[in-house]
């Protein structure tokens, strides 16, 4: 929840489920908290200061703003700090000295526990202005008492760049706009591919690029690879999709990603083709037609209930069948029916899967035809 305009945030919470964003996004948020007419603080920014090492005091001075940034990181347990939020606290009701406002910022917040959260909390409701607190939180939720704490008076910057692709995409787009190096279609295309869930390491990727060609240059794709390093996960519809469209050689390339650098394990990439198909079976022994029915039938939302819904239509009853067949007899062969490795089990899995999508339904035999 947002404060009213006329009362600027003093707290602000960067949240999301990358830490190497998080970091990034708290970065950005402290270089513009930091430039020239800062105050009252916003928030967002696109440039990056110097980077602060941890429990550090620098001083940062912009247009005639004077600005303190201290840093504490909460390590993670078992390496706990009880000392850490004693600091935080000394540090933001202290008045700056010789600057005008101090900034501390707290990383890694949730590795927080009940104790050091409920401590913190108790002194948020009193008021530390001109200084600035903000909180950095990864892959986890803000610890209750200091969710409940922030919430009149802070900002909350989401980092994640989403779940579904379309959310992805837009966010590297995004990205991609205010990036130091300009990228040609073909080299943001190989871009995405290669990054696949892997989507974190692009700030990263684009610093190294504007080191290597200099701010402002257009990177083409043969000028892009040779810094691409090792291939991200794939996300798992970008399998559903392949097995769909029939496409056999996509369709085992994306499974070899999702094992390899996607770190799933067998099972887990069964249970997403279970669900897959899964949800065609139950279409096709019910009486839906349309999306909206589909979706709430699946427990899914609009758009993969419907393309569900369409890929169940294409295969019919019999291969929707054998498609669940095939799934079933890979688990068995998982746990020790075939003497095969766990990586050929999926491949031969997922290659007939894509081929029940290429095969044409057999034409009913009539008069003076044969049936196949």
Known sequence: MSPPPS??????????????????????LVAELTSPGASPPTAGGTERPDEQGDDTEG?????GLFV???????????????GVIGAVIDALFTPPFLADRRIIVLRDAENLDATQAGELASRLGESFDPNILVIAVAAKSLPAALAKATKA????????????????????????????????????????????????????????LAAAYGEGARVS??????????EGGAPPWDLTNALDEGDVKTAVAVAHRLLGSGGRHPFQLLATLHRHYGGMLRLDGSDVTDPAAAASLLGMSPYPAQRVLAQARKLGPERVARAVSLIADADLDLRGIVDWPDKLVIEVLVARLAQLAKIRPTAPAGPGRRGR
Request: hydrophobic letters at 35%; a negative charge.
């Open 68 to 82: 303190a940034v201290e840093e504490h990181r909460v390590p993670a347990p078992p390496n706990g700090d009880e």
């Open 59 to 63: 001083a940062l001075g912009q247009g």
């Open 153 to 208: 008076r802070s900002r909350e910057i989401e980092t994640s760049p989403g779940a579904s692709g379309k959310a992805r995409t837009q966010w590297m787009t995004e990205q991609l706009q205010v990036a130091p190096v300009h990228l040609e279609p073909t080299a943001r295309q190989l871009l995405e591919r290669h990054l696949g869930e892997d989507i974190s390491r692009l700030p990263a990727l684009l610093n190294v």
């Open 221 to 230: 794709q043969a000028e892009l690879v040779p810094f691409l390093g090792e």
């Open 7 to 28: 009362t600027p945030p003093t707290i602000f919470i960067v949240k999301g489920s990358e830490p190497a964003l998080v970091d990034r996004g708290v970065s950005l």
